[in-house]
């Protein structure tokens, strides 16, 4: 009896606990149905990053979210400016042999926020959201493949994914 007790208390205890699936929730203002995503600003000497993102995050809020995304930030309700404050790479493994990099990190630093349009409330801020990607160098000078382009994209993605989780979830 004192077994069945403990599971029925923790799954009583979790469930009203306020505990729920990432993904799921929704802590924007219902009247927020349309948000614009303009171009990003860039303190940073890498353009590419700060000019893929708002295509990533507008492809991430469409596939994911009920919200519409707008190109004119005076047709929407809510807007998410954002810009790149600073990126970090280094290398993170080495090939023993040449002593060359092997592999990179790239850390990425965002200011975001999310206003309403209407009256200027602020709905999310982060002013130092980090998001983190690593990919590999090919060591061999023949079959050299230049990654960094591949790992921008996949860090666009990355960050687009983190932003629109969130925004939606005000984490």
């Known amino acids: ?54 295509q990533a995050i507008t492809r991430e809020f469409i596939s994911r979210t009920r919200y519409q995304v707008v190109p004119d930030v005076n047709a929407a309700d809510a807007i998410l400016q954002g810009s ?19 592999g990179v990190q790239i850390n990425v630093y965002l200011n975001l926020n ?20 690593r990919y590999e160098i090919s060591i061999d000078p023949l079959a050299y493949f230049e990654e960094s382009e591949t790992a921008l994209d996949r860090l666009s993605k990355e960050v687009a994914g983190a932003v629109v989780s969130r925004v939606i979830e005000m984490f």
Request: with cysteine; aromatic share 6%.
């Open 1 to 54: 009896m004192r077994c069945l007790t403990v599971p029925a208390l923790c799954a009583l205890l979790l469930g009203s606990c306020g505990y729920h699936v990432a993904g799921r929730a929704d802590a924007l203002p219902k009247s927020i149905k349309t948000i614009a995503v303009p171009a990003f600003g860039n303190n940073t000497t890498r353009y590419r990053l700060s000019d893929r993102l708002p």
């Open 84 to 102: 790149v404050v600073n990126v970090l790479s280094f290398p993170t493994t080495f090939d023993t042999q040449t002593g060359r990099a092997a």
């Open 114 to 133: 999310l206003t309403e349009r209407t009256t200027g409330k602020v709905l999310y801020s982060n002013p130092n959201m980090e998001v983190r990607e």
